[in-house]
Every structure is written in C-alpha cells, then in structure tokens.
C-alpha cells in the first residue's frame, strides 16, 4: 500500500489555507505603501474533536471487549470512520503559516496587494463602497474617526514542492495545481490613526487538480491489492467564516491581532466512497505593518 503515503502527502501539502486579513477596510491613498509581516496558526477544531471521539469509542469498545473476555475487532463501519477521521486530519493539518504582505494604494478607494504565506503567493484588490466619518488624507489625526466598507477579489496558488515529496520516487509529480478564488467584505473603525476595529466575512472557493500519473497509480494498485485506493482527479472545497481583529499603533507602525473562523466543506471520494473532510477551522494571527508614501486624497 505505498500509494497511501503518496496520498497523504498530497492533501497534506495542498488542503489547508491561509485565512488571515491582516488589513481593514480603509483602502490606502494612491502611491501609498503598506508592508505587513505576520504568522498565523492554523487550527481545525471540528477535525481533531472528530479524532479524539473516534479516539475515546474505540477505546471503550476494547475495554469493554477486555472486561468480558471477549475478542475485539474493528468492524467495517468503525474502520471507515476512522480512516475517514486520520485523512480529514492529514488533510488540514494543524500548523503554523508565516506570512509577507505588500499592499499599494493605486486610485482613491482602490488598493491592491500581494501575499507570500510560504505554502501559497495570493494577489488581491480591494475596493471602498462606502466612507463615513472624517474627511481624511493619508492619515488620520488624533480625534478624527473613519468608518468604512469595502469588497476585495483575491486570487491564490499553491505549491506542492517539497524536499519529502522530491525524495519519493514512486511517481514524478509534477502536474498538481491548487487554485482559490476569495471573496471578503471589509468593515471597519479607526480612531485617530491609533486604534482600528475590523471585521471581513469571507467566502473562499479552493479547487485542486491532481498529478494525472498519480491518479493512474492509484487506479492499478486495485486489482493487486484488492483495496480501493482511487484519488479523484479534482478535489473542491469551500469555506464560509468571518475575521475580527483590532490595530494599535500611530501612521506608520501598527500592530494588529485578529481570529478567523468559519466551516470547510469537501467532500471528496476516496479509498472508494465519498468521505467528509470538513469540519469547523480556526486561526487566530498576528503582524506589525508599516506604512509610508503616496498623497493626501
């Protein structure tokens, strides 16, 4: 069974995501520069709760079978669901994601930016709807208030390289490819450019593409082992969830600390039936931004 070493790798280079905001829904001034460096931790609540019962119903089950001098076995149903439970693991793994941002003010109510997390490169725009408060310039003076609400579009990629994968030599892969598209809404406060409330509901779409060798591996090893290691060609997931965070700081330095948390449904089939890789996701992080240049709007 090697090709299960392989799969396990795979999800577990490509499934889980970087959910942090690090910014709030006021949108830089045109050539204004915004450079944030941060790390996050990514924690899959619902899937390691999903573990330690599979965990603790098992362990009764054997105590029980010890106490009355019985045999144990797994049955076929406690077998899947602990599979099911060790793949949804290896699948979103808990982690900790450093992350570099760059964020440029292009027009008035317009900005876009890049951000490298180690495991993905993601750009993105965001755009103001609506402004309220203070008229204001690139920053906001003691006393002056702004409230905001913006939409941004981010797209991102993933890599699968790896130096473990780079050792294996079961199958070259070299066609894998994970792609998300995110959709957040930004609102927020700030208070004289020292304090920042925010929030940014967000929906993010991941799709991933199989190596098409190692989904042809998978396939043959069925009738030589008599075990159903098929992979599906393409896996898609969706997250549903929300950021809350707060800024301090004054113009050019602030440090911000947020949470997000929301739900991952996937469902993808595999090991021969459609397996429930979902559960509720938290990630709570931390960056120190720096910002500098442009003009007054």
């Given at each position: 069974?090697?090709?299960?070493?392989?799969?396990?790798?795979?999800l577990l280079t490509g499934c889980a995501s970087t959910l942090?905001?690090?910014?709030?829904?006021?949108?830089?001034?045109?050539?204004?520069?915004?450079?944030?460096?941060?790390?996050?931790?990514?924690?899959?609540?619902?899937?390691?709760?999903?573990?330690?019962?599979?965990?603790?119903?098992?362990?009764?089950?054997?105590?029980?079978?010890?106490?009355?001098?019985?045999?144990?076995?797994?049955?076929?149903?406690?077998?899947?669901?602990?599979?099911?439970?060790?793949?949804?693991?290896?699948?979103?793994?808990?982690?900790?994601?450093?992350?570099?941002?760059?964020?440029?003010?292009?027009?008035?109510?317009?900005?876009?930016?890049?951000?490298?997390?180690?495991?993905?490169?993601?750009?993105?725009?965001?755009?103001?709807?609506?402004?309220?408060?203070?008229?204001?310039?690139?920053?906001?003076?003691?006393?002056?208030?702004?409230f905001d609400l913006a939409m941004g579009v981010g797209v991102?990629?993933?890599?699968?390289?790896?130096?473990?994968?780079?050792?294996?030599?079961?199958?070259?892969?070299?066609?894998?490819?994970?792609?998300?598209?995110?959709?957040?809404?930004?609102?927020?406060?700030?208070?004289?450019?020292?304090?920042?409330?925010?929030?940014?509901?967000?929906?993010?779409?991941?799709?991933?593409?199989?190596?098409?060798?190692?989904?042809?591996?998978?396939?043959?090893?069925?009738?030589?082992?008599?075990?159903?290691?098929?992979?599906?060609?393409?896996?898609?997931?969706?997250?549903?969830?929300?950021?809350?965070?707060?800024?301090?700081?004054?113009?050019?330095?602030?440090?911000?600390?947020?949470?997000?948390?929301?739900?991952?449904?996937?469902?993808?089939?595999?090991?021969?039936?459609?397996?429930?890789?979902?559960?509720?996701?938290?990630?709570?992080?931390?960056?120190?931004?720096?910002?500098?240049?442009?003009?007054?709007?």
């Amino acid at each position: 069974m090697r090709i299960l070493p392989w799969l396990f790798l795979t999800l577990l280079t490509g499934c889980a995501s970087t959910l942090s905001t690090q910014q709030t829904a006021r949108t830089l001034a045109p050539g204004q520069v915004q450079v944030t460096g941060g790390v996050g931790a990514f924690v899959p609540v619902g899937t390691i709760v999903r573990v330690v019962e599979e965990g603790r119903e098992q362990s009764r089950e054997a105590w029980d079978a010890i106490v009355n001098d019985r045999p144990y076995a797994l049955g076929e149903e406690a077998q899947q669901r602990i599979l099911t439970a060790g793949v949804a693991l290896m699948a979103s793994p808990p982690g900790v994601n450093p992350e570099l941002m760059l964020r440029v003010g292009v027009l008035d109510g317009l900005d876009v930016g890049v951000r490298y997390s180690g495991i993905s490169l993601r750009g993105d725009l965001k755009v103001r709807l609506a402004h309220g408060g203070d008229t204001v310039g690139r920053y906001l003076e003691p006393g002056q208030r702004s409230f905001d609400l913006a939409m941004g579009v981010g797209v991102s990629r993933h890599f699968f390289s790896s130096p473990v994968l780079d050792v294996l030599e079961v199958v070259e892969m070299n066609d894998f490819g994970r792609y998300d598209i995110e959709v957040p809404v930004y609102l927020s406060a700030d208070w004289g450019d020292i304090f920042k409330l925010y929030a940014a509901p967000k929906y993010i779409y991941s799709r991933t593409r199989m190596d098409a060798r190692l989904v042809n591996y998978a396939e043959q090893g069925k009738p030589v082992t008599g075990f159903d290691a098929s992979l599906p060609a393409t896996v898609g997931s969706h997250f549903v969830g929300s950021t809350l965070g707060i800024a301090v700081g004054y113009r050019y330095v602030h440090l911000f600390a947020e949470v997000t948390a929301g739900y991952f449904r996937t469902r993808p089939r595999l090991f021969g039936m459609e397996r429930d890789l979902g559960g509720v996701a938290v990630m709570p992080s931390v960056g120190l931004a720096i910002r500098g240049g442009g003009s007054d709007r």
